[in-house]
């Protein structure tokens, strides 16, 4: 089955032969030329939106799709600045682009970020260790299980709604919970091995999963190597972890 793509573009001479270089490498395209077009979908497989649209941001709209759905968006844009790339993966996006690119490298991308998302994978528990716990208030969190078929998170029981970058980068760091997994390699596996954009959004993406989980004792930041996931697989039931 193809990839169906919503291209959200008002410069119908970037549309047009965008759609038709997208149908050349078998994807399925729809093309709306506003913000609220694209709001109402159906987004498809791949969302592609361009930051410069008519009747709202751009950024507007990314905010507006992921409330309601996990599909993933790019970004086109002729806005290359930090900021507006930060923003933008911030808000859920799962990529960027500024313009000009081609059509190959946005196909590329575009298959990345379905395959990342379509992946099965069994559901992986674990608890944090009493060791790997940051000086704080007593905390006393459930059991970490990330199910990468449903695509659900929860911490004890209550459930956790994530972006699909958030996803992605826990799901990540619980496939060998305690291992350390370098900057380059997150963004390698999370992002893409061609990503060019700005390193800090991992950090952005680090602090709300932070936030998430409800303490920051769950990811670890190894200064100068990268991040780990601060516990241990529970192969039994979860056991009380004691706080002093």
Excluded: N
Excluded at 1 to 10: P, T
Excluded at 111 to 121: G, I, L
């Amino acid at each position: 089955m193809g990839i169906r793509v919503l291209l959200i573009e008002d410069d119908e001479t970037i549309a047009e032969p965008l759609a038709e270089g997208l149908g050349h490498f078998g994807l399925t395209v729809d093309h709306v030329a506003t913000g609220t077009e694209g709001l109402r979908g159906p987004y498809g497989d791949v969302v592609l939106l361009d930051l410069g649209l008519p009747d709202m941001d751009g950024v507007d709209v990314c905010r507006g799709i992921r409330q309601v759905s996990d599909v993933p968006i790019v970004i086109l844009s002729a806005r290359g600045e930090e900021a507006d790339r930060v923003l933008g993966l911030e808000l859920g996006a799962d990529d960027y682009l500024a313009k000009p690119f081609s059509v190959r490298e946005l196909v590329a991308r575009v298959r990345a970020v379905t395959r990342r998302t379509q992946r099965p994978r069994a559901p992986v528990e674990a608890t944090l260790t009493v060791e790997e716990t940051a000086p704080g208030p007593p905390y006393e969190p459930g059991p970490l299980v990330v199910d990468r078929r449903t695509r659900q998170v929860w911490v004890g029981e209550v459930p956790l709604a994530l972006t699909p970058k958030e996803f992605e980068l826990l799901a990540l760091l619980t496939e060998d919970p305690g291992a350390v997994y370098s900057r380059q390699q997150i963004l390698d596996r999370v992002w893409d091995p061609h990503y060019e954009g700005p390193t800090k959004t991992l950090d952005v993406h680090v602090a709300a999963l932070r936030r998430k989980l409800g303490h920051s004792a769950w990811i670890q930041t190894l200064r100068g190597v990268g991040f780990r996931l601060a516990v241990q697989t529970d192969p039994g039931p979860p056991q009380q972890v004691d706080f002093p």
